[in-house]
């Protein structure tokens, strides 16, 4: 059983940026980001493969978001740049013990461990 436990998420302007944590309780295979708004699906942001660092990045936030890890901490990061009011959203950190085929990797199904969640509010 792994526990994970987010934190840094806030309140900043437009074109701001923030840096989300996520503290596993120990190693795990796979860790992503997820977001939610109310009344609408949960939105898988990045994966992060532990053990290799690979990460992969939905369309939505490439280029804009950025995932990292402090293996030493079991910490997985979210750096979040040129942040846009449409990124308002409670933020998850998930995780996964099994190997998932790239097309379900960003569905939440796919994780068995998940956090509380971090809110994130962007004003413009």
């Known amino acids: 059983q792994v526990q994970l436990a987010e934190s840094g998420g806030g309140s900043v302007q437009a074109g701001g940026s923030l840096r989300l944590s996520c503290a596993a309780s120990?190693?795990?295979?796979?860790k992503a980001w997820f977001r939610h708004i109310p009344e609408k699906e949960r939105e898988g942001l990045a994966v992060l493969y532990t053990g290799t660092s690979e990460t992969i990045y939905a369309d939505s936030v490439k280029g804009r978001f950025t995932v990292s890890q402090d293996n030493a901490k079991n910490t997985m990061y979210l750096q979040m740049d040129s942040l846009k009011p449409e990124d308002s959203a409670m933020y998850y950190c998930?995780?996964?013990?099994?190997?998932?085929?790239?097309?379900?990797?960003?569905?939440?199904?796919?994780?068995?461990?998940w956090g509380q969640g971090t809110q994130v509010t962007v004003s413009s």
């Open positions: 998930a995780a996964g013990d099994t190997y998932i085929s790239p097309a379900g990797l960003f569905n939440f199904n796919a994780y068995d461990y």
């Open positions: 120990g190693y795990i295979y796979r």
